[in-house]
């Protein structure tokens, strides 16, 4: 039960901090939104490109997790009694949990980021 709790805190932190980083990312890169707006870009274009650079983010980071988780995993096959330390389906429920969490989290930012008006997004970046 505590284990699940943990699991649980390290999801919403884990969340919270990919949104502040996907939100630095979209008010560092307002000024280019509204260039790519004012140029005929859609919002469904802006959003695509805030969710793509997440994704791609997300990938990396799920990648090396997963080598890592991998490769630990030898490591702990000591430590635990009468348990497997590699479970596929825990390493692909935690995988597939991630990815939702984080690709929710750089959502907002990117929703955010199609509402904003061309010509104050221009205005800033002068």
Known sequence: MLIGVFA???????????????????VQRTHEMGVRMA????????????????????????????????MSSRALQAMLFNVGAFDPMTFL?????????????????ALRATRADPMIALGHGA
Do not use: C, E, N
Not at 95 to 100: G, K, N, P, Q, R
């Open 93 to 109: 429920g935690v995988t597939l949990a991630l990815i939702v969490v984080s690709l929710f989290a750089s959502y907002i930012p």
């Open 39 to 70: 140029l005929g870009a859609q919002r469904a274009d802006v959003l695509r490109l805030v969710i793509g650079r997440a994704a791609k983010l997300v990938l990396i980071g799920v990648t090396l997790g997963l080598l890592l988780g991998v």
């Open 8 to 26: 649980a805190v390290a999801l919403v932190l884990a969340s919270v901090g990919i949104y502040g980083v996907m939100s630095f990312l979209v």
